[in-house]
């Protein structure tokens, strides 16, 4: 806006010269200098990402066959095998986990996001929250060491799947708090004009509306939770033998030490056997990979969320 008393500036009047980019310009050398070292740090910082997935793809794509998917785990002086138990087991933990810390996970979002977000106990909560998403993981194995292998006598899934919902719940709260906040207010608002009371506005509009949002916070609480190895240490502990005596739901015996993936690497990794350490290679790609597929499903489902 031009000030009291002055003309403001006719076009023909600016000197375009001086927009110019000019490469004898200090501002503009230090623009190209900046700009080329964020480019070479970002390469820098990619390196190491990249050189753990040719190494991965390098010494575990070869030795991956289909049996690798449904036998069980060698010997120390056995050939072939496979990681197929220790697939299932993960499958069933990170499972027993969803199911514990979604539902939590997503009644606190919605106390955080509408009904106390100005409260003090919601400070506290999304604090403790915060708190918890760097909670060491080992930590969560030990908490859920002594208060579920403790109390039922033995390691078992259960545990595992307690130990790993400590470590989405966090990812899933808070996630699913942004999601529903960025739901806009008209909406809820139209929703409540026509007669609708609270709850209905939450179940029927505000939950569907922020429903991709969600979901993404439970695709990366989901990749988190599968690669971790020190909670299941100390809580499902491994097994060379399926979780099940039949292919049946009713047969799973969850009650006993059950294989994972992450420990099966862990286990094999340091194995004087070449077939063992073979088997985890291949397993290590095989759970990158997933994790790799997860997490660009919730990034996905992110991006066709609700936009302010």
């Not at 009047?13 to 501002?27: A, C, F, H, T, V």
């Not at 390098?58 to 289909?66: C, M, N, P, Q, T």
């Not at 190895?229 to 969850?254: I, R």
């Not at 088997?279 to 499903?297: D, F, R």
């Amino acid at each position: 806006m031009a000030s009291p008393g002055k003309d403001p500036l006719q076009a023909s009047e600016i000197d375009l010269r001086q927009l110019e980019r000019s490469l004898r310009k200090p501002r503009t050398m230090l623009s190209m200098f900046l700009s080329l070292v964020t480019t070479v740090l970002t390469f820098a910082a990619l390196v190491p990402l990249f050189s753990v997935v040719f190494m991965l793809f390098y010494r575990g794509a070869s030795k991956i066959k289909l049996s690798n998917f449904y036998e069980l785990p060698p010997t120390a002086f056995e050939d072939g095998g496979g990681f197929g138990n220790a697939l299932v087991g993960t499958l069933i933990m990170v499972a027993i986990a969803a199911l514990i810390s979604v539902p939590f996970g997503i009644m606190a979002s919605i106390f955080l996001a509408e009904l106390g977000s100005e409260s003090k106990t919601a400070s506290v909560v999304r604090f403790c929250a915060k708190v918890l998403s760097g909670f060491p993981s080992i930590l969560a194995g030990v908490f859920a060491y002594g208060a579920v292998v403790l109390v039922t006598g033995g390691f078992s899934a259960y545990a595992g799947g307690v130990a790993l919902s400590i470590l989405m719940l966090p990812v899933v709260m808070l996630t699913a708090e942004e999601a529903i906040r960025m739901v806009p207010s008209r909406m809820k608002e139209a929703s409540i004009g026509m007669g609708a009371t609270q709850t209905q506005t939450m179940w029927y509009v505000t939950l569907p509306t922020a429903l991709p949002g969600i979901i993404t916070g439970v695709m990366l609480a989901v990749a988190r939770a599968a690669g971790e190895t020190a909670p299941l240490l100390f809580t499902a502990l491994f097994s060379n033998y399926w979780s099940m005596s039949t292919w049946s739901p009713t047969s799973l015996e969850l009650n006993e030490p059950t294989a994972s993936m992450a420990v099966l690497i862990y286990n094999f990794s340091s194995s004087f056997v070449d077939n063992q350490r073979e088997m985890a290679w291949s397993a290590s790609l095989v759970l990158v990979l997933v994790v790799l597929v997860t997490n660009l499903i919730g990034k996905s489902l992110s991006s066709s969320g609700p936009k302010r």
